[in-house]
């Protein structure tokens, strides 16, 4: 029998605004527990909430940059449950009128793009954070209690987890793009609660949903939604259904756990807040946000294969992020050649940044550095690969290029006459090889460029080794 895996998702995102959500106090990550906080996101007798305009135009920018619908009335509501890190008994948020409407992001497959429509976003306040001992102690940390969240929940239009992966990296990025969330998975700034059922193609019958909760991982996404699609297609292949449940995924396990069945709007008896009148929101408003947006990451991407003449893989892995874009850009102004500084970006540059688990913009390397040590290379004064060994150095000590290829004697050895010296004598060295390419066994050459670049420490022009090593060979 065949299956289709139907996905959804709920993403909860931490905005990145100077203040809470309803009230002044700061809102940072970390510090010392229980020290941001106030009667207001404590929600004390008497407090007051005020929404903070900078959370809803962060909010509403997310909206217009995933092409919703954004409402000129919004409301808050109250979503009552009961969680010890919520010490009002409710949650601030919105219920029947979310302050975007609908949008979509496309994502990019295979076989083409595919549109994964959103249902709503809509804005609310975090709660705060428990720690539970070994000793079967919770201590609750109350510093995250009113940070604003924007919830965005898309339609069940993803039908796998490398579908649901793409989806979840093109949202990061653009939030990153538009400035209003840091998105670092590791804070929780960026959760996820993936929505997931499968139906039998052949007879239509469907396994209930499944919510798995709090996911703070792409790596946990994708390996929660592929145990979840073989444990539903197990559960109907025995003729039996899943439950209509809440689950979280045991990292250790590798399995979701049941966490309780799943609840409906109902349960959360949602209720008009009384304490924040309705907000009308005006066009010039949104207007003004609107044009304050900056070039999104698709649209940066196209022009990037237009006016730099790369390829569709090379310009979507440079306009990744803001801050990676801006650099390459940056280096352009220094050095007019797109094709030699992406491959640079793109190849040792990445590496690096990946091998010491950083961004672009928390290394020292600069564009007007990186700018200085490909001009060396375009040049002809140093080569290829010593080129790679001083970016290293670049890397490790903050030196120029300049001063290290001069430190270390690195000019690249243009000279015919040096060069011709070098190549007789490692061709005297080598008869067997001469010998070896006449034979007509061509890695003979291969052996004698390596040598010859030994003996030069590296330093001979590769094109010119190659051009004169022949001549010479066929001279004898």
């Known amino acids: ?142 510093n995250r209690a009113g940070v604003p969240l924007i ?30 969330s840091n998105v670092k998975m ?65 990292e250790t396990k590798g399995e979701t756990i049941i966490m309780r069945k799943k609840g409906g709007a109902s349960d959360y008896r949602f209720a008009e807040d009384g304490d924040i009148p309705p907000i009308k929101i005006a066009d010039e408003w949104i207007e003004e946000i609107r044009n304050s947006l900056p070039e999104l990451p698709h649209a940066k991407k196209e022009r990037f294969i237009n006016d730099y003449d790369l390829s569709d893989y090379d310009a979507g892995v440079l306009t990744q992020s803001k801050e990676l874009s801006i650099f390459f850009e940056d280096t352009l102004k220094y050095i007019d050649d797109s094709k030699l500084v992406s491959n640079w970006i793109m190849g040792d540059v990445l590496r690096r940044l990946n091998d010491d688990e950083i961004e672009i913009e928390d290394s020292n390397l600069t564009p007007n550095a990186l700018a200085d040590l490909l001009v060396l290379i375009r040049d002809g004064k140093i080569n290829n690969n010593t080129g790679k060994k001083v970016l290293k150095e670049m890397f490790d000590t903050e030196k120029s290029a300049d001063t290290i290829v001069k430190e270390k004697g690195l000019i690249q050895i243009s000279d015919e006459g040096a060069l011709k010296e070098i190549i007789e004598k490692v061709l005297s060295e080598n008869e067997q090889s001469i010998i070896d390419y006449k034979n007509g066994k061509d890695r003979a050459i291969g052996f004698l460029v390596g ?22 060979i066929n001279e004898r």
């Open 451 to 472: 040598q010859i670049m030994k003996s030069s420490k590296g330093k001979a022009n590769p094109q010119l080794v190659n051009k004169m090593l022949l001549e010479l």
């Open 151 to 180: 919830e965005v929940v898309t339609k069940p239009d993803m039908n796998s987890a490398e579908e649901a992966r793409l989806f979840l990296d093109k949202l990061r990025t653009t939030l990153k793009y538009i400035g209003v």
């Open 186 to 250: 590791e804070e929780g700034s960026l959760r996820c609660d993936v929505n997931i059922n499968v139906v039998n193609t052949e007879t239509g019958t469907k396994s209930n949903i499944a919510e798995i909760k709090n996911l703070n991982s792409f790596k946990g996404v994708v390996k929660a939604i592929e145990f979840e699609e073989k444990r539903h297609i197990e559960l109907l292949e025995l003729g039996r259904n899943s439950e209509r449940e809440t689950r979280r995924w045991d």
């Open 1 to 142: 029998m065949t299956y289709k895996t139907i996905i959804g998702l709920e993403i909860h995102v931490e905005l990145m605004t100077k203040h809470k959500i309803f009230c002044n106090c700061p809102n940072e990550f970390g510090g010392e527990a229980n020290t941001h906080v106030c009667p207001v996101c404590l929600g004390l007798p008497g407090a007051l909430p005020v929404l903070d305009k900078e959370a809803l135009e962060y909010g509403i920018k997310a909206g217009i940059a995933f092409n919703g619908k954004i409402s000129k009335l919004i409301k808050m509501d109250r979503k009552n449950y009961y969680y010890s890190d919520l010490t009002k008994g409710y949650q601030i948020s919105q219920n029947d009128i979310p302050f975007c409407d609908g949008g979509y992001l496309e994502i990019e497959l295979e076989d083409g793009t595919k549109k994964v429509n959103l249902e709503r976003i809509h804005i609310e306040e975090d709660t705060g954070k428990q720690t539970h001992s070994e000793e079967g102690g919770t201590l609750l940390d109350f």
